[in-house]
């Protein structure tokens, strides 16, 4: 059965931002979408209502156990109107896997595909038009039963918000300065690495602040047993162009499965280029650059698309990638990837889906 959405729309609509100051994250839009899921009865009572603060008791679980998902996709207006999505079925999907991982129950993925569709299209006069900008959608899941104790809850919320932005990073496509963080853990395998939950982002804080006070964009994470094998960076996947073949971290249990990630890794193999997923240490890394043999190395995600990385810093040894400029596997990526997500150019893939 087709999910019913009842929509409740607001009498006070905001005033939209500069598109040319929108930044991440700053800004929301007029409406949200909420579901509500109880034991035995299951997922009910979808609606589209005013963007408002919401009710949640002191003790709801999710304010103590950290009970939640989420996920993030974007909406991109092109230039003769239309308003795209970029495989907004991938992050359902993995939105499940990240359900299935913290006892969440499970949504359906057509319908949340349609309640993001019904979303953006009551507020789509907040897709912005300026170049580069796009309106950005962030569902979650959270934990509602008012009650203290570790246990699944019987009570949750799936909700979505959306929020114009402009570009994630400050440096937009210039290359990044990255700091290879080697006291700090984000994740092991047999955890909940390769989810979207909370949990992950709080852990890395400490390290993403410690690189920002040394004048670094990000952090480089290694993985949590051996701390020599690089996993992501701490808002990407991260690749590497060595002799040749571009090299990414296989995705085992402690990284996120990124949307980006697949779609670089798919056309990567379309244009006949050697890609490998394997374990791929720093010291392979930094043995590369001093034999000349690393020739680019970039981050990929929803929010920054492709971050080209000129700098990375470990222990003290620091590294300079293709001159501190972005290189031409990165470059072809990002204008194939914004071309699809903008319809500057044609899907042959068939990953974007019009409202």
Do not use: H
């Given at each position: 059965m087709s999910l019913a959405i009842t929509k409740k729309l607001t009498s006070a609509k905001k005033e939209k931002p500069d598109e040319e100051r929108l930044g991440f994250g700053n800004y929301f839009t007029d409406h949200m979408f909420i579901m509500d899921y109880i034991e035995g009865k299951g997922w009910h009572d979808a609606r589209i209502v005013p963007y408002a603060p919401l009710s949640l008791e002191p003790s709801a679980m999710v304010l103590h156990y950290g009970q939640e998902v989420f996920e993030g996709l974007k909406a991109y207006r092109a230039d003769d109107g239309r308003v795209l999505l970029f495989r907004p079925e991938?992050?359902?999907?993995?939105?499940?896997?990240?359900n299935d991982r913290l006892c969440i129950p499970p949504v359906d993925v057509d319908d949340a595909v349609k309640a993001v569709k019904e979303l953006v299209r009551t507020d789509i006069d907040w897709v912005p038009k300026a170049p580069g900008t796009s309106l950005y959608i962030r569902p979650f899941i959270i934990a509602v039963d008012p009650f203290l104790g570790v246990r699944p809850a019987k009570h949750y919320l799936f909700i979505i918000i959306l929020s114009p932005v402009?570009?994630?990073?400050?440096?937009?496509?210039?290359?990044?300065?990255i700091y290879v963080e080697d006291k700090y853990v984000r994740a092991v395998r047999g955890g909940v690495g390769y989810t979207k939950t909370g949990g992950n982002y709080a852990a890395s804080i400490r390290a993403q602040h410690d690189a920002h006070k040394k004048d670094y964009t990000q952090v480089l994470w290694l993985d949590g047993v051996h701390r020599k094998y690089i996993e992501e960076v701490?808002?990407?996947?991260?690749f590497f162009k060595i002799g040749g073949t571009v090299v990414t971290p296989a995705a085992k249990g402690s990284i996120l499965a990124g949307i980006t990630r697949m779609?670089?890794?798919?056309?990567?193999k379309s244009w006949g280029d050697a890609v490998e997923e394997r374990d791929l240490s720093i010291d392979e890394?930094?043995?590369?650059?001093?034999?000349?043999?690393?020739?680019?190395?970039?981050?990929?995600?929803?929010?920054?698309?492709?971050?080209p990385i000129g700098e990375l810093n470990y222990g003290g040894k620091i590294i300079s990638i293709n001159g501190g400029r972005?290189?031409?596997?990165?470059?072809?990526?990002?204008?194939?990837?914004?071309?699809?997500?903008?319809?500057?150019?044609?899907?042959?893939?068939g990953w974007t889906q019009t409202l």
């Open positions: 991938k992050n359902m999907e993995r939105l499940n896997v990240s402009g570009a994630y990073y400050p440096e937009g496509l210039n290359p990044v300065k701490g808002t990407m996947n991260v779609s670089c890794i798919e056309l990567l890394v930094f043995d590369a650059a001093q034999n000349g043999l690393l020739e680019e190395a970039f981050g990929t995600g929803t929010a920054a698309v492709i971050s972005i290189g031409p596997v990165s470059q072809r990526l990002y204008d194939t990837l914004t071309g699809i997500q903008w319809g500057r150019i044609e899907d042959t893939f």
